[in-house]
């Protein structure tokens, strides 16, 4: 998807979310990521009527027929939504200006690698990650309203919850509108700088980026597709899969799947179940 175009539907959307999520599974990003109007009706009677008018009211008495100019407030509300248009298109840019400029230095990394080289080595982790540019894919726990995104890893091994890692990031609060309900435990991928790394007891290692943008919404395999046994979903053969079940497909209505062969396949990555599910896939090549 053009980065442009996401962030314009971005702006467009006004939904906002808390989510909950874990770890992540293996898979490269998607593309990236990144107008009211009114028409004034003018209300000029016709030439007919106007003159049946100026003739009705008689001859000499002074009266003349008045042209509906437009309502002030009216042409007001389009200039006010033309400046708005027009604002929107200015953030959307410095957006995507800031976003190119964070990529071009950007290491990338899987956020459940990163929690978990943090764990291992909790003294260092703030050596390992503070002051880095991080191109970052995990799954969502949880979005506020204010554009705090949250990605959280537990080791496998651990069941308390005392062993944990976070990274929270700050979007742009037009990114957070656009990652409504659909979202919950769905895999991004931000970009941004790590500018904090803070370490508790637990231990609970907290990296913390305070400038961060949305990159991307999908994720893309290569993989070999079989239909499912009661033909609802296709099944996703890839190799390397870490899931402890095959990937569950759904495509987007239309998309004519070839079973049985080597394909790339794009769509929205979630585990909300526990079993991993894409949605609104598509195919790339095949």
């Known amino acids: 998807m053009n980065r442009k175009r996401f962030l314009s539907l971005a702006l467009a959307t006004a939904l906002t979310l808390p989510l909950a999520a874990c770890g992540d599974t293996s898979g490269t990003d998607g593309g990236d990521s990144s107008v009211i109007s009114q028409s004034n009706e003018e209300n000029s009677g016709s030439p007919e009527g106007d003159a049946g008018?100026?003739?009705?009211?008689?001859?000499?008495?002074?009266?003349?027929?008045?042209e509906d100019g437009g309502s002030p407030e009216t042409d007001a509300d389009q200039a006010d939504d033309g400046a708005s248009d027009e604002g929107e298109g200015?953030?959307?840019?410095?957006?995507?200006?800031?976003?190119?400029?964070?990529?071009?230095?950007?290491?990338?990394?899987?956020w459940i690698a990163m929690g978990k080289a943090a764990l291992d080595d909790v003294d260092g982790a703030e050596a390992l990650y503070s002051g880095k540019t991080l191109l970052v894919k995990g799954t969502l726990c949880e979005i506020n309203t204010d554009g705090l995104v949250k990605f959280r890893?537990?080791?496998?091994?651990?069941?308390?919850?005392?062993?944990?890692?976070?990274?929270?990031a700050t979007i742009p609060a037009t990114e957070a509108e656009y990652l409504d309900q659909t979202y919950m435990n769905q895999s991004v991928s931000i970009v941004?700088?790590?500018d904090v790394v803070n370490i508790e007891e637990g231990p609970v290692c907290f990296c913390i980026m305070e400038e961060a943008?949305?990159?991307?919404?999908?994720?893309?395999?290569?993989?070999?597709?079989?239909?499912?046994?009661?033909?609802?979903?296709?099944?996703?053969?890839?190799?390397?899969?870490?899931?402890?079940?095959?990937?569950?497909?759904?495509?987007?209505?239309?998309?004519?799947?070839?079973?049985?062969?080597?394909?790339?396949?794009?769509?929205?990555?979630?585990?909300?179940?526990?079993?991993?599910?894409?949605y609104d896939t598509f195919i790339v090549t095949q």
């Open 53 to 66: 008018q100026a003739d009705d009211s008689g001859s000499g008495s002074g009266d003349s027929v008045e």
């Open 90 to 110: 200015d953030v959307m840019d410095e957006i995507a200006s800031r976003m190119d400029e964070l990529l071009a230095q950007a290491e990338t990394i899987n």
């Open 153 to 168: 890893y537990y080791p496998a091994e651990d069941h308390s919850g005392k062993t944990v890692a976070y990274l929270w």
């Open 192 to 194: 941004g700088t790590v």
């Open 213 to 278: 943008y949305l990159v991307s919404d999908t994720t893309e395999f290569v993989c070999t597709l079989t239909l499912a046994a009661d033909g609802s979903y296709y099944e996703a053969e890839i190799e390397g899969w870490e899931g402890s079940l095959p990937l569950q497909v759904y495509f987007v209505d239309g998309q004519e799947v070839p079973v049985g062969e080597e394909v790339t396949i794009r769509g929205k990555l979630n585990r909300e179940t526990g079993t991993e599910v894409l």
